[in-house]
């Protein structure tokens, strides 16, 4: 093929970035002149290539090398979508290679095979609509982008912690909880396949090098300027996001919630220590942390007794009783929230009573204890189908969670499928479970 292909040089990033914006508010029918394409149900990755086929011509090619060699450039596409609020989000994890555990235990970061395809992407962003051909999405963004400095520490924190498993003989323990940002991914076409690793003789699962869905909705939306950073001081450029974190807030281990509300201007509220994190990060009240964002953490300020015991169990958002009826635990709300990522800013009792800033954490719950968390939900679920929407799941009968009415009071209600309106409930993590985890990762 020549090295000038229709309508661009391929190796001269800035004709192909010039022939990428073409795309911007069209579709691939409008600019690649596609009347049909493949089924993306039926055969993932369809769109992309399509865009690499027919709008780059580029042949169909697993190729080692980058996708425009040589202009260094890495094509990939990424869906978004439309949350509640109207904004853009990713659909998916962006997925950039696989992993080959025999070589990978070999490399340094630096130089590894991912950094080689992930230095430079042309990455072109498409709105996901269900009821749309894939020919009719629209193409929102196409622009050239690589792993921010800012974020390096931490993308090299997490490749660190997979490889560093491969390395051990434990591939088959990796796990998408490990890491923040950048996660080692599933990547078969069957659950089943295995394959085999270094050292040691137990197959583990195929796994790819991707990007968190968390983490490419927080670039979305850096592109869209919707996010703010955490200001970052000289010295700080190499920390990964608990190491900024923790020097941040440990100036103030010790101070009572009243004095650091005194000492940043914060107002007595119902979100008050919300605030106070806020303002001990360098982040505006009303801006959404990026760092947070790409690592889909969610704050919540946990309050400990003298005892370490907190205060009060950690609640999630009220259900709705047709929704638990329709949906299995691994499609439902309550799984989601339980494997986001939390960071939870601890306020322990001293002997006066007042609550002093102890301490930060990152929790996401175990994978093991995902199947405690999965009985209590098909229990309350048993108990929405008999149209018992009025009996929870009491947390002496779950060691990880249990439902209570988290309503305005006994007036505040939504209907049931089965019988009578109901008050709002909610999942709840039980306090001593909590006291558990808290220690736990405190300590590992």
């Known amino acids: 093929m020549d090295d000038m292909w229709p309508g661009y040089d391929q190796n001269d990033p800035k004709s192909i970035l010039e022939y990428a914006g ?69 659909k998916e994890r962006l997925v950039i290679s696989n992993i080959n555990y025999m070589t990978v235990v070999n490399e340094d970061f630096e130089h590894s095979h991912l950094m080689e395809k992930a230095k430079n992407i042309l990455l072109v962003s498409y709105l996901y609509e269900p009821d749309k051909s894939p020919l009719d999405y629209e193409i929102q963004s196409a622009v050239q982008w690589g792993f921010p400095d800012e974020d390096l520490p931490q993308i090299k924190r997490d490749w660190e912690t997979v490889v560093n498993k491969v390395r051990a003989g ?88 009243e004095e650091l509300a005194t000492r940043f201007g914060v107002s007595k509220s119902k979100n008050r220590c919300a605030r106070i994190t806020k303002k001990i990060l360098g982040v505006a009240d009303e801006a959404e942390i990026e760092e947070f964002a790409k690592a889909g953490i969610v704050p919540k300020t946990i309050r400990l007794k003298k005892s370490g015991r907190p205060k009060e169990a950690l609640s999630f958002p009220a259900f709705s009783y047709f929704d638990l009826a329709e949906r299995d635990f691994e499609d439902s709300d309550f799984q989601g929230y339980l494997q986001q990522k939390y960071l939870f800013v601890l306020y322990r009792e001293d002997d006066a009573g007042a609550y002093r800033l102890q301490d930060i954490c990152f929790w996401q719950m175990p994978e093991d204890d995902l199947r405690d968390a999965e009985l209590c939900y098909d229990k309350m679920r048993d108990n929405v189908l008999k149209g018992r929407a009025d009996v929870s799941v009491r947390s002496s009968e779950n060691r990880c969670c249990h439902v209570r009415p ?15 309106p109901v008050v709002k409930k909610c999942f709840w993590l039980n306090q001593s479970y909590l006291q558990e985890e808290i220690e736990r990762v405190l300590t590992s």
């Open 170 to 257: 434990h591939a088959e323990n990796i796990s998408g909880s490990d890491t923040l940002y950048l996660e080692a991914c599933t990547k078969a076409k069957d659950a089943s396949v295995r394959t085999g690793q270094p050292f040691s003789d137990v197959p583990a699962k195929p796994r790819a090098w991707a990007l968190k869905a968390s983490y490419m909705t927080a670039v979305q939306r850096r592109i869209l300027d919707e996010l703010r950073s955490i200001p970052r001081e000289v010295g700080e450029k190499d920390l990964d996001l608990l190491e900024l974190l923790r020097k941040r807030f440990s100036p103030y281990f010790g101070m009572t919630e």
């Open 22 to 90: 073409q795309l911007v508010g069209k579709t691939l029918r409008e600019t690649a002149g596609l009347s049909k394409i493949d089924d993306p149900r039926k055969r993932r990755g369809a769109f992309g290539n399509a865009l690499e086929e027919y709008y780059f011509h580029i042949e169909p090619n697993s190729r080692p090398t980058a996708d425009f060699d040589g202009a260094g450039l890495e094509l990939k596409s990424t869906p978004l979508k439309r949350n509640k609020k109207g904004e853009f989000s990713a």
């Open 406 to 420: 988290h309503g305005r009071d006994s007036r505040d209600t939504r209907p049931q499928p089965f019988g009578p």
